[in-house]
């Protein structure tokens, strides 16, 4: 909580009204953030922003899948796959650790 007034109190002492979660640690701090900012702030987190657009091109699209079996998921990660399956396992509630792979950006 200190943290996080620490690093909020000069864009709250301008009055802002809404803050934009833009990176992909936030959703994990968004209640705190919430607790510290107070109410009259609305938080808009980025990633769910994103995923609610690309749901909407989907189905106004007509790409919306008809299977009915879960699919699997591959990640791709420019630093340490440690790193990423700890922090995406916060995020997703499970534990990621087989299907991650370290690519190097420079080669795209």
């Known amino acids: 909580k200190t943290v996080i007034e620490r690093y909020l109190k000069s864009i709250m002492d301008n009055g802002v009204d809404t803050i934009i979660l833009g990176c992909t640690h936030y959703p994990i701090l968004k209640k705190a953030i919430g607790n510290v900012v107070g109410e009259n702030v609305k ?6 922003e994103t995923a609610k ?14 299977r ?3 699919g699997t998921c591959d990640y791709y990660v420019s630093d340490h796959v440690e790193n990423f ?9 499970k534990e ?12 795209y």
């Open 43 to 48: 938080l808009i987190d980025s990633g769910e």
């Open 85 to 93: 399956s700890k922090i995406a396992g916060l995020f997703l509630g």
């Open 96 to 107: 990621i650790n087989k299907d991650v792979q370290r690519i190097h950006i420079e080669h």
């Open 53 to 66: 657009y690309a749901v909407s091109l989907i189905c106004e699209n007509n790409l919306a899948t008809t």
């Open 68 to 70: 009915t079996t879960q």
